[in-house]
């Protein structure tokens, strides 16, 4: 299953660096998994990135952004127990950011097992969602100013260009309540464009493995 992705602007950040936020080069695969969940899930399978393909050349951007540093937690924040208080609450901080990104996405769909449906019942809803261009949330590309857009592939070759990324995150682990509880990481290397992830990563609670 592939779908090609683009915007304007990307920040996928590393969540090793707590001051600010700086983006990885390419896209990560927690950041791929939300795209496509964006356009097609269901409660009995995820997604599993395998590539991903850099079709535009790596440029970065400087940007401040305000954020907040009262967080609720995501049941909180579904039932409304809690109200956030941003503006007394607000901070302004520099973020790294990628401009005007596309990547096409390479990913198998992985079942539980109480799906009554087979892989490719799920990949054929995915690929009839791209071609009407519906999704069920607006896909985004790391933060919700960045918007993605989506269609079915095309011919663009990726973009000829190698380097080794060094330890990229491979899949936040969420508890129940949403808040993050650990990470699993991956040595990244692009291979003339193309980001080969492998089925999973090395687990970390703050950081990537030394």
Not at 165 to 173: I, P
């Amino acid at each position: 299953m592939s779908v090609e992705v683009w915007g304007d602007g990307a920040l996928f950040t590393n969540p090793a660096l707590k001051a600010e936020r700086v983006t990885y080069p390419v896209m990560t695969p927690s950041a791929a998994v939300g795209v496509l969940e964006s356009i097609f899930w269901k409660p009995e399978m995820h997604w599993r990135i395998e590539a991903i393909e850099v079709l535009e050349p790596i440029q970065q951007f400087t940007m401040r952004r305000n954020e907040t540093d009262d967080l609720a937690a995501l049941t909180d924040a579904a039932y409304g127990n809690r109200r956030v208080d941003t503006a007394g609450n607000r901070v302004q901080r520099n973020a790294v950011c990628l401009r005007k990104v596309r990547y096409r996405i390479h990913a198998q769909v992985d079942l539980a097992a109480r799906a009554n449906k087979s892989a490719a019942a799920y990949r054929d809803q995915f690929r009839r969602r791209v071609e009407k261009g519906r999704c069920f949330t607006q896909p985004y590309l790391g933060t919700r100013e960045f918007t993605a857009y989506f269609s079915e592939v095309t011919e663009r070759p990726p973009l000829q260009f190698s380097s080794y990324l060094g330890w990229m995150l491979h899949t936040v682990h969420h508890g129940d309540n949403g808040e993050p509880l650990s990470f699993s990481w991956f040595e990244a290397e692009l291979r003339n464009g193309v980001l080969h992830v492998p089925r999973s990563g090395t687990s970390g609670r703050d950081g990537a493995p030394s």
